[in-house]
């Protein structure tokens, strides 16, 4: 008997990370039923699904959303961390690359559970691809009314560098590798081949 794919399910569907293939799969009928419930209600209806996090520690979503004072009268932001920084951890890319709809869903559930209007995504800076389909599948929230009818989530800014600062840092690199190599006589130690690549320096003929 083949173990059911939760997390996984949308990842081999053709574009899975457009909205129109998200919704065709049952994509946002949560959400429509979220809509229906009180913040309360859907705090129970996590607790008794067993939903946990997908942390080491596995602790019940539910639970955690009761932390929350229900007496709070100040603003109360959403935020979901996707550094992913464990060794050998892609969960987080593999979600933001192939079914980022699902996590937004997850969102406007979240902040209606906790009556929160406005989330943030941080999303390290090496995934420049699912920076691209996330913020992308935000967009089509936005036109879709899914997103900005109580809720506003806030992307990280642009991954890509702009090209006057790539100029600027690979002007500076050469700045420093020249004053280095002007530093140490041709063929010591100190200034080989392994000792300008690690400095980002190309090693010339002859280092």
């Not at 961390?81 to 559930?109: C, Q, S, V, W």
């Amino acid at each position: 008997m083949m173990a059911e794919l939760v997390l996984m399910r949308n990842f081999d569907r053709s574009n899975s990370h457009t909205i129109s293939s998200y919704r065709s799969a049952g994509g946002y009928a949560a959400w429509e039923k979220a809509k229906t419930l009180e913040p309360a209600a859907i705090t129970d209806e996590v607790k008794k699904s067993n939903l946990r996090g997908l942390g080491g520690a596995g602790f019940p979503t539910g639970m955690k959303w009761s932390f929350i004072p229900k007496t709070h009268t100040g603003p109360v932001y959403l935020v979901v961390n996707a550094d992913e920084g464990e060794p050998g951890t892609f969960k987080d890319r593999y979600l933001l690359e192939r079914d980022p709809h699902a996590l937004i869903e997850g969102m406007l559930i979240t902040a209606r559970a906790i009556r929160s209007a406005l989330g943030f995504v941080y999303i390290r800076g090496e995934y420049v691809e699912p920076w691209r389909r996330f913020s992308a599948a935000v967009k089509e929230a936005y036109e879709a009314r899914l997103l900005g009818d109580g809720f506003d989530l806030r992307p990280p800014p642009s991954r890509a560098p702009s090209a006057s600062r790539r100029s600027s840092t690979t002007s500076r690199r050469s700045a420093a590798c020249r004053r280095s190599s002007s530093a140490a006589p041709r063929g010591s130690p100190g200034w080989g081949p392994r000792r300008r690549a690690a400095r980002g320096c190309t090693p010339s003929r002859g280092a």
